[in-house]
């Protein structure tokens, strides 16, 4: 059973920073695609950061240049460093990894960002 697990969320002020990691376990396979997404209250969920098994990586026009998505394949995790927040960045934060035989979501993590 592969289970995904996020962390790191909380409340901070307009400008600060959050790091999110995001653990995987239980996968037979390797992780090809790690990814970040996003739901604020009242939306659908949207794509934020996704980093690809030969490191590259994609972001979403509204986080380019604040957010950065990193991995640590030895821990088969995976950090969302959030820098200069905004309040439209409040919302819950889910990881997704995908494998070669499926895709896979945590929980979720909220951050809050207001003052």
């Known amino acids: 059973q592969v289970q995904v697990v996020e962390s790191g969320g909380g409340l901070v002020e307009p400008g600060g920073s959050l790091r999110l990691s995001c653990a995987v376990s239980g996968s037979r396979f390797s992780i090809n695609v790690w990814a970040w997404y996003r739901q604020a209250p009242g939306k659908e969920r949207e794509f934020v950061a996704a980093?690809?098994?030969?490191?590259?990586?994609n972001y979403a026009d509204s986080v380019k240049g604040r957010f950065t998505i990193s991995r640590d394949n030895a821990e088969n995790t995976v950090y969302l460093q959030m820098n200069s927040l905004k309040p439209e960045d409040t919302a819950v934060y889910y990881c997704?990894?995908?494998?070669?035989?499926?895709?896979?979501w945590g929980k979720g993590t909220l951050v809050t960002v207001s003052s």
């Open positions: 980093i690809h098994s030969g490191g590259g990586t």
């Open positions: 997704n990894a995908v494998n070669a035989v499926g895709s896979y």
